[in-house]
Nanobody, 129 residues
Framework: QVQLVESGGGSVQAGASLRLSCAAS??????????MGWFRQSPGKEREGVAS??????STHYADSVKGRFTISQDKNTVYLQMNNLKPEDTAMYYC??????????????????????WGQGTQVTVSS
């Protein structure tokens, strides 16, 4: 079982930066490798994958819409999403998610929500023009 707690959201103007954090606490498990993902959902839209990182080795993947602006990273049991040059279209509730996985399971083709059993409560990011 995994508990995920996000923080770091807020209201900013276009061009600003924010850093989201996701603190993970896991009960003992024989499996030690996970894919950690950031997803976002804005009103009236489906939840979409933004970025992912594999805990063993730190390989990363990004949605095309955020490449070059967002950076996912990890430090022990916390995953970060550094968001630079924010745009109004980045406005959404941002969620952290986790799944036990092999490294290939962290690629964007495996970002379907149903594949991630553990989710945080979300943190709101609002970007004004």
């Amino acid at each position: 079982q995994v508990q995920l707690v996000e923080s770091g959201g807020g209201s900013v103007q276009a061009g600003a930066s924010l850093r989201l954090s996701c603190a993970a606490s896991r009960s003992a498990s024989p499996w030690s490798n996970y894919c950690m993902g950031w997803f976002r959902q804005s009103p009236g839209k489906e939840r979409e994958g933004v970025a992912s990182i594999y805990t063993d080795g730190g390989s990363t993947h990004y949605a095309d819409s955020v490449k070059g602006r967002f950076t996912i990273s990890q430090d022990k049991n916390t995953v970060y999403l550094q968001m630079n040059n924010l745009k109004p279209e980045d406005t959404a509730m941002y969620y952290c998610a986790s799944k036990a996985s092999y490294s290939w399971g962290c690629s964007p083709r495996y970002w379907q929500q149903k594949e991630f059993p553990d989710w945080g409560q979300g943190t709101q990011v609002t970007v004004s023009s």
